[in-house]
């Protein structure tokens, strides 16, 4: 079984994304987990993955909107959608995915961090 963890931060404020819901689905579509970011912009209790497709979903305009951000109608980014692979080969780096967001009202960047 391989980990996962995420954690968010909002280059606008300078600060981690606290509150934002989020979201984990499997290939086919199935929720594996939903809940929100803590006071350090992290999501505990990612459940464990095993080798496969998955998707981490953040709710990206509903957190600005949240934080009195006057957003576009409609927003530039609403949710923003992370696919992945997870694969179990020793060059893919191990039993751990930690799967960041740097995230602004209209830009984002993401890479498999460790």
């Known amino acids: 079984m391989t980990t996962l963890s995420?954690?968010?931060?909002?280059?606008?404020?300078?600060?981690?994304?606290?509150?934002m819901q989020l979201w984990l689905e499997d290939a086919d579509g199935e929720a594996l987990f939903a809940g929100e970011t803590n006071?350090?912009?992290?999501?505990?209790?990612?459940?464990?993955?095993?080798?496969g497709r998955y998707a981490?979903?953040?709710?990206?305009a509903e957190y600005f909107a949240g934080e009195g951000v006057a957003l576009p109608d409609p927003p530039f980014l609403?949710?923003?959608?992370?696919?992945?692979?997870?694969?179990?080969?020793?060059?893919?780096?191990?039993?751990?995915?930690h799967v960041p967001l740097l995230v602004s009202p209209f830009a984002y960047s993401t890479y498999r961090g460790s």
């Open 78 to 97: 609403g949710d923003v959608r992370i696919a992945f692979g997870v694969s179990d080969a020793p060059e893919s780096g191990g039993g751990h995915y």
């Open 6 to 19: 995420t954690h968010v931060l909002d280059t606008m404020h300078g600060k981690p994304a606290a509150g």
């Open 39 to 51: 006071a350090d912009g992290r999501c505990p209790g990612l459940p464990e993955l095993t080798p």
């Open 56 to 60: 981490l979903t953040f709710a990206v």
